[in-house]
């Protein structure tokens, strides 16, 4: 299956400072990479995704970036607000369906 | 619209005993999965359904048996429950290789 490696684990920033979390996958075979935001006690929900034949994605304050040759992607959030502290997870999809998560950063925005 | 709804939100076993929990989606969607969340370790993918009438192992699979019933609903089973198993259970659905998964609201276990 693939394996998914999500970096760093914790991450703390200033309030308005911008925050990058970053991704590597294994199998040359995945094709679609989401983000999901994880509030405390709540249901991962999805933020933003990309697909393999694009190298860029914006969503207002929040941007994912793909590499296909080197096997990385990672999530840019800017002007960070204290609700944006959360856990969140990449993932890589890939042939057969096949649906497999980082391990997940958690994210402190200090006021 | 319910989204994905799984039954039960908590649930206390004894080593040995067994139980369902039970998923189930109103939004037609094709594909379904359970993961098991543990502090550190992310999503770990236990089963999926691609479709309806298959099932596949994820990383996980050992102690755990899997039925897609009929497109709405995937159950995941637990034939005899270990303190190992203790985590939250989330279910998730969607439409195909390339699309969002929704995700239940999950269910707290624990096993004593």
């Known amino acids: 299956g693939e394996n998914v490696e999500q970096h760093p684990s914790t991450l703390s920033v200033q309030e308005g400072d911008s925050a990058v979390i970053k991704c590597t996958y294994s199998?040359?075979?995945?094709?679609?990479f989401p983000w999901y935001k994880q509030e405390l006690g709540k249901r991962p929900q999805l933020i933003i995704d990309?697909?393999?034949?694009?190298g860029e994605k914006k969503d207002q304050r929040i941007a994912v970036t793909l590499n296909k040759t080197a096997k990385h992607f990672s999530l840019h959030i800017t002007e960070t607000q204290p609700e944006d502290s959360a856990v969140y997870f990449c993932?890589?999809?890939?042939?057969?369906?096949?649906?497999?998560f980082g391990t997940g950063t958690s994210l402190t925005v200090i006021p | 619209n319910a989204g994905v709804t799984q039954t039960p939100k908590f649930q206390v076993l004894k080593t040995g005993q067994s139980m369902t929990l039970q998923c189930a989606q109103d939004?037609?969607?094709?594909?379904m999965y359970w993961y098991r969340q543990d502090p550190g370790m992310g999503l770990r993918l236990i089963y999926y359904?691609?479709?309806?009438?298959?099932?596949d192992k994820g990383e996980v699979p050992n102690g755990y048996n899997v039925s897609r019933l009929n497109k709405r609903e995937f159950s995941l089973r637990l034939e005899s429950a270990a303190p190992s198993q203790t985590s939250v259970y989330f279910c998730?659905?969607?439409?195909?290789?390339?699309?969002?998964?929704?995700f239940g609201q999950g269910t707290r276990l624990t096993v004593v």
């Open positions: 998730a659905s969607r439409t195909g290789a390339n699309t969002e998964a929704f």
């Open positions: 199998d040359s075979a995945s094709n679609y």
């Open positions: 990309i697909r393999s034949n694009v």
């Open positions: 993932a890589a999809s890939i042939r057969g369906n096949q649906f497999y």
């Open positions: 939004m037609n969607h094709n594909s």
């Open positions: 359904s691609a479709s309806e009438g298959t099932t």
